[in-house]
Nanobody
Framework: VQLQASGGGSVQPGGSLRLSCAASGLPLEDFAMSWLRQAPGKQREFVAVISRRGNTNYADSVTGRFTISRESAKNTVYLQVNNLQPEDTATYYC?????????WGQGTQVTVSS
């Protein structure tokens, strides 16, 4: 079982990225898939989730700017991040939560600065 996060990078304020979380060894449709982030010196915080049924929920700080989606054919979950701000700088992690299982990806770095 592996979750491979990618798509991070360095952008200027107002920029956009698309983060990907590709899964191998588990069907993402059987899991609630989340993105969380952790900035230096801070605790890991929730960003977005997509349930097995496809329902989505977002942290207040990213609502209207970030969009989580799932592409079953590629067994991949995406996080489209728009209008990035310096406070969005963090390592972004994907998580797969099942009934009694919990898997983490390795993280992808997003840096927003002018």
């Amino acid at each position: 079982v592996q979750l491979q996060a990618s798509g991070g990078g360095s952008v200027q304020p107002g920029g956009s990225l698309r983060l990907s979380c590709a899964a191998s060894g588990l069907p993402l449709e059987d899991f609630a898939m989340s993105w969380l982030r952790q900035a230096p010196g801070k605790q890991r915080e929730f960003v977005a989730v997509i349930s097995r049924r496809g329902n989505t929920n977002y942290a207040d700080s990213v609502t209207g700017r970030f969009t989580i989606s799932r592409e079953s054919a590629k067994n991949t979950v995406y996080l489209q991040v728009n209008n990035l701000q310096p406070e969005d700088t963090a390592t972004y992690y994907c998580n797969a939560l099942g009934t009694d299982t919990n898997y983490w990806g390795q993280g992808t770095q997003v840096t927003v600065s002018s």
